[in-house]
């Protein structure tokens, strides 16, 4: 049986939680002249960004990669910070984003079900697609030695499109022999910081907690691995894609592609360093196509969220 990843409450009567205009002001001067004609709305692109980590601390990034696009572009940029992950591809499913970096579960749903086209991902410095891993922890004291332990107790997923939240770990469980919805006490907690702080507060057994939350809460002291021992670790995962509707013109696509890869990672500080890379380079479908064999494993039906 398939099953899809709505979950009672998942996703809020809006689909933002932020609306950003990009150009300060509303003014052109921080618009290359362009035809409105050749951007989307009459000159606007409405940008998405799932949100990975706290708000607060993606707009004033995005922001300033906005900037950048939006110059190139000749194009007003908006951007919206949804209010979770699979808010996000109903907003672009709605026509109501023409642009979206996603998680890859996310990013495959929203290629099923909105024509989500991938353009581009973050890299390292010398051109390589980045990745990160997915994880399984519990704390100290908690009683939980092996995955087998967490049958029957409470578990932190964080969004039910959330690739190293809930794909990943809920397919540790199924191949440790538990049912990753019935088998435990699913918690969905919304964020990757809010999973990591229930776990750290002891409000659940056990949790996912990604390799992208660990740098962070590294570098802030609030992890050590003595705190937060782990139970499952999985392969390398790709890291989000950037896309455009494929609806668009292909004019408007190639120029926002062409935009976006000319974007300076390397001028826009990120106070927490990892959440971007030191650049961008071009993507396609192809690897997130484990996305969709684990899914297919796991009996998640990607043409319904």
Known sequence: MTRSLRRVGAVASSFFIFVLIAACGGGSSNVASTSASSCPNGG????????????????????QIIDQIQWKLGCTV?????????????????????????????????????????????????????????????????????????????????????????????YALKKAGIDPDNGIQAVYAGTHTASFLAIKNHKVDAGELNSDRIAAATKTGDYTAAQFPTLWKSDPIPQDPLTVRGDLPQAFKDKFTAALLAVNLSIIPDPKGELIGPKMVAQTDSPYQQIRDLSTVLGIDVNHI
Do not use: C
């Open 78 to 170: 908006q951007l919206n910070i949804t209010n979770n992950y699979t808010a996000e591809v109903e907003a672009m499913r709605a026509k109501q984003l023409d642009v979206g970096e996603f998680g890859p579960l996310g990013y495959v749903f929203a290629h099923s079900l909105a024509n989500a086209e991938p353009v581009a991902t973050f890299a390292d410095q010398t051109g390589t697609p980045l990745t990160y891993y997915a994880s399984i922890v519990t704390w100290p004291g908690s009683g939980i030695n092996t995955l087998a332990d967490l049958k029957g107790k409470k578990f932190a997923y964080s969004d039910p499109a959330s690739t190293s939240g809930h794909l990943f770990p809920a």
């Open 44 to 63: 606007t692109v409405r940008m998405g960004v799932e949100p990975f980590d706290d708000a607060s601390l993606l707009l004033p990034v995005y922001q």
